[in-house]
């Protein structure tokens, strides 16, 4: 029985999974807020504070999975790939923890992250000739326009961690809409027949509190597949405002408390842009598809 270990460290939390090969089963799984993003906008440098965490993450997961880190399969996307001082960072990674990083382009984490995706809307038995597939990073965000003949994949330099640290927050966000909206237009998709699929942190958040979960009781099975409509989304954001920080910790776990509402504004957008009601919801993402391709290398 093959196990591997893949590992994606994000711009804002470090995600591994232990995955059979042969069974396509999970056989472990580490996630935790890490923050690699924390002051990047500013700074332009992973802080040595983020370095920490990144690596105490790494041993915990090491501690708790069981698995050999020189064998993992471990990529890293935009906040790396921005960072100044990354190949510094990814060199310290290694000697401290044994694992060392990939540095992968905007496509490339696109591919992987379809190639899950995919898989699980196999798995969840949903049908479709087109969709479109959101991934809301910490650092930049994804959009994937898939048809019969077609795949189209963009990756907008906008995300969670960077939109909240930005000074010029609103003027950004504006960008942001164009950006995407002259994207669209310049596309020969056609998004009207394509259903709305979105994965990451912010919609599966959303979708597991929709469902009556919080961060301790979060179960990715009763996620995937489900459907999250724009009227709750809405619903949700008024009520994680007026919640207290002690609750909303509770709700959406507290790394993601100073970063959850600009999440649920990247989502509000893509509702509107995409003129959909509802989209249906993975936690199936980027670690995944870096487990499934590996496999299949092997």
Do not use: W
């Not at 591994?16 to 069974?23: I, K, M």
């Not at 100044?84 to 960072?89: D, H, L, M, T």
């Not at 326009?145 to 906008?158: A, I, R, Y």
């Not at 409509?229 to 920080?245: A, G």
């Amino acid at each position: 029985m093959k196990i591997i270990t893949s590992i994606d460290l994000g711009s804002n939390s470090l995600r591994v999974l232990r995955f059979c090969c042969d069974t396509k089963q999970i056989h472990g799984e580490f996630e935790k807020t890490v923050g690699t993003a924390d002051g990047l906008i500013e700074a332009g440098i992973i802080s040595d504070d983020a370095q920490k965490r990144i690596i105490l993450a790494i041993k915990e997961s090491i501690e708790k999975l069981n698995y050999d880190p020189k064998q993992a399969f471990a990529v890293t996307t935009q906040a790396m790939r921005i960072a100044k001082n990354n190949s510094e960072v990814l060199l310290k990674i290694k000697e401290n923890t044994g694992v060392q990083f990939k540095i992968i382009d905007p496509n490339k984490e696109a591919e992987l992250t379809l190639l899950a995706v995919n898989y699980a809307i196999k798995r969840e038995q949903i049908k479709s000739d087109s969709f479109m597939l959101l991934d809301i990073g910490g650092g930049s965000t994804e959009l994937i326009l898939v048809s019969k003949n077609e795949t189209f994949t963009h990756s907008f330099p906008f995300g969670i961690v960077t939109l909240t640290q930005s000074k010029n927050y609103n003027n950004d966000f504006l960008s942001f809409k164009n950006y995407i909206l002259k994207y669209l237009e310049n596309s020969k998709f056609d998004i009207k027949k394509a259903i709305f699929l979105s994965t990451a942190g912010t919609p599966t958040t959303i979708c597991a509190v929709n469902l009556g979960m919080n961060y301790q009781t979060y179960d990715k099975n009763k996620v995937n597949g489900k459907s999250v409509y724009l009227k709750d989304v809405i619903r949700l954001q008024n009520e994680f405002k007026n919640m207290s920080n002690d609750d909303l910790e509770s709700k959406v776990g507290s790394g993601r408390i100073a970063y959850i509402n600009t999440g649920v504004e990247i989502f509000k957008l893509f509702f509107e842009v995409l003129e959909k009601e509802y989209s249906i919801v993975f936690d199936d993402g980027l670690r995944e598809g870096v487990a499934i391709d590996s496999c299949s290398r092997k």
